[in-house]
């Protein structure tokens, strides 16, 4: 089976190295497939995004390493791309001006529900500080509104987007070992999981299985949960299997771990790009 992953970041925007680097170590890995996925807002940047100007320094590189001699590895130029309603959407129309080879939509940041609150968005994905912080300011403190609203968006940008990957589905779990923000086990999250699988099987989009949490020490378990995992599963979504790489140590990190979380929940095949478009692969 072809070993991938189509999220990975570099230095262009808060990786650890080049995307040479990347590469190199791709090829001591034995990969088959590597997807640059550079953090992308367009045409905003927080600062562990890639910056506007350097759009096509970063599209020049990554298509230059793919003519080059890439020890037989494909190699794919593409962006994860935010979903910020009012700002920023994950959608080819979008960015048809660099033509990505793919795109993976993820929500990183969720504005409050309340519309007479101008506070700055909760910020789902970073340190445990400023996640406890712009909750407090966001949502008052109250972590079932915030997920609520955070899954609330995850399924708006499903439903209304044209990209191809949906990025880290359950992303609010990241700090909720350390913060305990919601309780996992609450029969209106359980819901949540229910209603969002639904939508993502409807619309033939691919949901990775994303190691990131693992390697990076954030959490020891993967994105999905292996429940919501096998809520998707049911619900017939696809799958593909991502790093979520910023350093090159990481690029197929814990990947014999989501193997096995993958067929206990039901997977049967993993979805690979190639040249016509995205093909399933059985998951020996």
Known sequence: MRLASYHLHTTHCDGTVSA??????????GMTDLGFSAHAAWPF???????????????AEVRALARGDTGGIRVWCGFEADYLPGATVPDRGYYAAFSPDFLIGSVHYVASDDPGRAAEPWTVDGPAADVRATLERAFD???????SRYFAL??????????DIIGHADLPRKRN???????ENAPWYRKELEVTADAIGKSGKIVEINTGAITRGAMDD????????????RQGARFTLNSDAHAPEDLTGAYDRAYRAAREAGVREL???GTAGWEPEALG
Not at 20 to 29: E, G, H, I
Not at 45 to 59: G, I, V
Not at 177 to 183: M, N, P
């Open 20 to 29: 040479a680097a990347m590469l190199d170590a791709a090829r001591k890995a």
């Open 45 to 59: 940047a927080a600062s562990w995004h890639l910056p506007p100007k350097r759009y096509d320094a970063y599209l």
């Open 141 to 147: 403190g109250d972590g079932k509104r915030a997920v």
């Open 154 to 163: 995850l399924r708006e940008m499903t439903a209304r987007y044209g990209f």
């Open 177 to 183: 070992g350390e913060l305990g923000f919601f309780d």
């Open 222 to 233: 993967l994105y999905p949960s292996g429940e919501f995992l096998a809520i998707l599963a």
């Open 271 to 273: 979805w690979f790009l």
